[in-house]
């Protein structure tokens, strides 16, 4: 009898435990990777497997631990206290509450119950917080959608230009033309209110073509292996299996720009800062036409300096990503062949602020009061902005190129 009331209360703290922790993810969530986050994404990173999110710092699993596991072994050992001293006085709380008998509490089978309607209501509030409930019709509803809307690229006749024309595709991670962002978060208008009426991306909006009007972004697109599958193949990265087949993005009835750039004898590229195996970016662009993946391992094999490894997951900085396309560029020019490079940026991947050592006050804002973070975060989106603006100059003056 000893036995099964140890073990009933072995269950009772791991699952107050388990529901503390669901309420607690949802909270650092939202405040780690803003209100973008949905039920894909999280389904995504959960199957995945580790291959996809090895390359993950390890301050966001600190920071995990600390914010979800500790708080939540506090909050148990909390409520654990709470219940032991209405235990230990029961007594008097029983002649105090009259019209409650706190000596029912303390029986297992109402302690079971009353974890169990916690467990419920922990579940239910993350599941409709992060709005899991669309997965009863999702397959219905994008199918619906996709039937009506959708063309895919194998129906089409594409006309093969007289002069194939190459390519470059920028991935700026976080960049919101709109920026700053809401800044109800920083109270001391003080310190934002000069820096506010700076124009971080002036740079960038002098490039012709900087940017589409009404452009507007389509659910689920808020991390970045999903924007990349909608902007290449005009199909958001659903759960859905109908035009993916798995998550090593084989193609189905999914048609991409790179299978049709691949089509007429392009040669395609893809870079990126970190790990090349995140989020399983390099089994998207090798399944959809490209030949050449790069990423953090490569460019340690060339033989770079450590002191260009500051972005995330301690990849290539910025500019010195660009430096390495810039080569590619040159060395593709000269096999006269088309050739399509596309690359992603790290350095200003939320929530976590990373910036070259070139960057004009890259050591300036180090206090992690709200208005440093604000005016770093400002810092570093003005610096990678002067970085692919300059990039860009620099393409532009070859002539000849694109």
Excluded at 162 to 170: D, E, G, P
Excluded at 202 to 223: H, M, N, P, T
Aim: hydrophobic share 45%; proline share 2%.
């Amino acid at each position: 009898m000893a036995k099964n009331k140890i073990i009933s209360n072995i269950i009772i703290l791991i699952l107050l435990f388990f529901s503390l922790a669901l309420i607690l993810s949802y909270s650092w969530i939202k405040n780690f990777f803003g209100d973008y986050v949905d039920y894909n994404e999280i389904i995504f990173n959960l199957t995945a497997g580790f291959d996809a999110v090895g390359g993950t710092p390890p301050m966001i699993f600190q920071s995990f631990l600390l914010n979800v596991i500790f708080k939540s072994i506090v909050f148990l050992g909390l409520i654990v206290s709470i219940f032991s001293l209405i235990k230990f006085y029961r007594f008097k709380f029983n002649e105090f509450f009259n019209e409650f008998n706190f000596s029912k509490i303390f029986k297992i089978k109402n302690q079971l119950v009353l974890v169990g309607f916690f467990l419920i209501f922990s579940i239910s509030y993350f599941l409709i917080k992060f709005q899991f409930y669309e997965l009863a019709n999702v397959a219905d509803k994008y199918n619906i959608f996709f039937e009506k809307k959708y063309v895919s690229a194998k129906d089409l006749n594409f006309n093969k230009p007289k002069k194939l024309k190459n390519l470059l595709v920028i991935f700026y991670e976080s960049a919101n033309k709109d920026f700053p962002f809401d800044l109800s978060a920083y109270q001391d208008g003080s310190i934002i209110e000069n820096q506010d009426k700076e124009d971080i991306h002036a740079e960038l909006r002098k490039i012709s073509g900087y940017e589409i009007d009404d452009f507007v972004q389509a659910q689920s697109l808020g991390w970045t292996i999903a924007g990349m599958v909608a902007s290449q193949c005009s199909v958001p990265l659903f759960t859905n299996k109908r035009y993916i087949e798995d998550v090593n993005f084989l193609p189905k009835e999914l048609v991409c720009l790179g299978d049709i750039l691949k089509r007429y004898g392009y040669q395609q590229s893809f870079f990126t800062s970190g790990e090349k195996e995140f989020h399983f970016y390099d089994r998207f662009y090798l399944n959809h036409g490209f030949s050449n993946i790069f990423g953090k391992t490569d460019y340690l094999l060339k033989g770079i300096e450590n002191k260009h490894f500051g972005s995330w997951d301690q990849g290539l900085n910025d500019d010195i990503l660009l430096e390495q396309v810039y080569e590619k560029i040159l060395e593709e020019r000269k096999k006269n062949k088309p050739f399509n490079i596309t690359l992603l940026t790290l350095d200003t991947h939320i929530p976590y602020i990373y910036m070259s050592t070139n960057c004009k006050n890259a050591t300036k804002y180090n206090k992690i009061y709200k208005e440093d973070y604000y005016l770093k975060l400002r810092e570093s989106f003005k610096c990678t902005g002067n970085f692919i603006a300059n990039f860009i100059k620099k393409l532009i003056s070859l002539k000849n190129i694109f």
